[in-house]
Structure formats: C-alpha cells, structure tokens
C-alpha cells in the first residue's frame, strides 16, 4: 500500500456504496480504504470529537453544520443522493400491508417486534418513534421495540432472531445490503423520510481523499448509489 490509509466515517446508510468503491480504489491507487459505519448521530459525534478521518458522510444538514465550525471543506461537500425510510421483513416472512396510514397501523399493532436503529442518535430511528406517535400507538408498541445502535444491526438482528410476524424499519439503503431480510416498501404518505446524504472531506484529509470523495459522488458510480437504494438527488 502507499502512503496511510484513506479513513472514512460514515452514517450506516452509505455503507453499501462506500464498499463498492473500496476495493478499485485501493487497486488502482494503492490506497488502503478503512471506513467505519454507524448511525449518523455516532458518527457525527466521533468526528465533532477528534476521531481522525479524512472522509466523513452524513446526512446533508449536518454536513453545513460541520463546515460551519470548520471540521470539513465547504466546498467538498457533495450529496450522494436521497434515502427513504422503508419497512422490512425477514425473508420468507408475511409481506405486511403498508399502503396508507390505516394499513401501516394495523401492520405495526399486529407485528410481533419492531427492530430499528437507535431512537435518539440514528435518523431512522428517531423518525420511526416520531411515526409511532403519530399513529396513536406508540405506548402499546414500545414493549416490542428492539432498538440497536444502528439500522444494519437491527436489520442483521431481525434476519438472525426475528419472531416470525417482526417488522423492522429503517433506511433502504441498509435493508438492501443486509442479508436476510426484504424491503416491503419505504414508508407510506404522510409518514415517509427521504433524507439527503453526503460526502465531505474533513480540513486535515490526506491527499487522497478528494479523489475518492467525488468518485463517491459522480456519474461513475450513479447506477451503483441507484442500484443501493439511493434516489437521484
């Protein structure tokens, strides 16, 4: 390998096509990439904290937030694409009923377990609470909610133990890259969540790093992010 490792922290949501990128850039440039994956609130936080890295991903508000203060290149900052917030089941499993608002309550009140990401650091997370509350549910459904600290644990937590009848919610982009379980649809009307994700390199980043960044971000990899669970932007 040349020179040190390219470091990435990334939100969860990003993992699949972070991946994909990984193994040709290192080939072509000898570069060792090592990224970290957890939810967005975790990574926001590491990085605001001094984890060395010279690729952060996150969602886009927090990106301008991290400029502000200094923490990454303004002019760096790039958006991958949109993710929704969808609903999955084990493999195998009933396909549950989602299309409005009285089906997706009736789903969520029948299921067995509700396995999501964390409920105050991870964007999913927070909003499927936010969508509890809103359907008048959330007091009878919080004894089934299996929270981990982020969406790809809780969907490897749903494929590996779920009870049969489970539901789980998060990003697509991590119910896609996750074996084991299938997205029913992303969340209907009023209660879905697309929410922009981009890529930034961080004021120390190695030489690297803008390389990879708009390689992450450009029509090369367009059908890779699609293929992920990643809208056009």
């Known amino acids: 390998m ?5 470091r990435v922290l990334s ?23 090592i990224a970290t994956f957890d939810s967005a609130g975790a990574m926001r936080a590491a990085f605001a904290n001094g984890a060395g890295c010279d690729i ?4 886009a508000a927090m990106q301008k937030a991290l400029a502000a203060q200094g923490l990454v290149d303004a002019g760096s900052i790039a ?12 493999r195998g499993d009933r396909v549950a009923a989602l ?15 509700l396995y999501c990401p964390d409920t105050a650091r991870a964007t999913a997370g927070i909003h499927f ?20 600290p982020n969406g790809a644990r809780a969907m490897a937590g749903l494929a590996e133990g779920g009870p049969q009848g489970a539901l ?3 990003q697509v982009t991590e119910i896609l890259y996750t074996p084991g379980v299938v997205l029913v649809a992303p969340l209907p009307a009023p209660f879905e969540l697309s929410t922009t994700y981009a890529v930034a390199v961080s004021a120390n980043a190695s030489s690297p790093a803008r390389a990879f960044a708009a ?8 059908g890779i992010r699609r293929a992920g669970g990643f809208l056009d932007r």
């Open 2 to 6: 040349i020179g040190r490792p390219l």
């Open 11 to 33: 939100a969860g949501a990003a993992k699949g096509v972070v991946q994909a990128l990984a193994d040709p850039f290192e080939t072509e440039t000898g570069v060792q990439v």
């Open 56 to 59: 952060v991903i996150l969602p």
């Open 79 to 90: 958006a991958l694409g949109r993710v929704s917030t969808g609903v999955a089941v084990a």
């Open 99 to 113: 299309g409005d608002a009285d089906a997706l309550r009736a789903s969520l009140v029948a299921a067995t377990a």
């Open 129 to 148: 609470v936010n969508v509890l509350h809103s359907l008048g549910i959330y007091e009878t459904s919080a004894q089934k909610l299996r929270a981990y």
């Open 168 to 170: 789980g919610c998060t």
């Open 215 to 222: 390689r992450l971000a450009g029509r090369e990899m367009q």
